[in-house]
């Protein structure tokens, strides 16, 4: 199974200020169609997950431009560019390019 | 609005046996790959399943593989996850999703409790 490594596993940021989460796969994650099947998901806590970004830099509707999808290959990143209180919770980084889907352990994202 | 609704969780006996069900509104259900995905308590999130629109193709993760059986009714616009000789590790919540690009949707999702 692909092996998706996240880090750092939390966060501690002042409100306002930039976060950035790294995702690293144990192989890559270009499909035969050509796409990147990277994905980004944020569960807030005691909700379902909701996808923010797929396909390593599209964003889902109704996410704000404030986070951004980047990266290539085998490495990612996932970057608030300034942080509010309502971005607490989990992020996890998921790959649908191979069979089984797997998911990052997840990033604890906390407001200082 | 696109709504997934999962029912059928509860308490079982390791060894046993239960069906949940998804039920999808507010798209063209027979369009779409339909999963379910776990989440122990306290845990991160696994894909445990996927099945193509007209339900004649699944997948399925290997800590499940043999025990679990996906099925739709694209009449009805609901999936099942039939879970049989369930084990202590199998607790979780499981959510139904519709993973589609663009378009990603999780139902609230059902706990299954697996304990003597």
């Known amino acids: 199974d692909v092996v998706l490594t996240q880090s750092p596993l939390s966060l501690s940021v002042t409100l306002g200020q930039p976060a950035s989460i790294s995702c690293r796969s144990s192989q890559s994650l270009v499909y035969s169609d050509g796409n990147t099947y990277l994905s980004w998901f944020q569960q807030r806590p005691g909700q379902s997950p909701r996808r923010l970004i797929y396909?390593?830099?599209n964003r889902d509707s109704g996410v704000p431009d404030r986070f951004a999808g980047s990266g290539s290959g085998t490495d990612f990143t996932l970057k608030i560019s300034r942080v509010e209180a309502e971005d607490v919770g989990v992020y996890y980084c998921m790959q649908g390019t191979h069979w089984p889907y797997t998911f990052g352990q997840g990033t604890k994202l906390e407001i200082k | 609005e696109v709504q997934l609704v999962e029912s059928g969780g509860g308490l079982v006996q390791p060894g046993g046996s239960l069906r949940l069900s998804c039920a999808a509104s507010?798209?063209?259900?027979?369009?779409?790959?339909m999963h379910w995905v776990r989440q122990a308590p306290g845990k991160g999130l696994v894909w445990v399943s996927r099945?193509?629109?007209?339900?004649?193709?699944?997948?399925?993760a290997g800590s499940v593989k043999g025990r679990f059986t996906v099925s739709r009714d694209n009449a009805e616009n609901t999936v099942y996850l039939q879970m049989n000789n369930l084990r202590a590790d199998d607790t979780a919540v499981y959510f139904c999703v519709r993973d589609s690009h663009p378009g990603s949707y999780f139902g609230q999702g059902t706990l299954v409790s697996v304990s003597s």
């Open positions: 396909k390593v830099s």
């Open positions: 507010g798209f063209t259900f027979s369009y779409y790959w």
């Open positions: 099945t193509n629109p007209d339900g004649t193709s699944t997948d399925f």
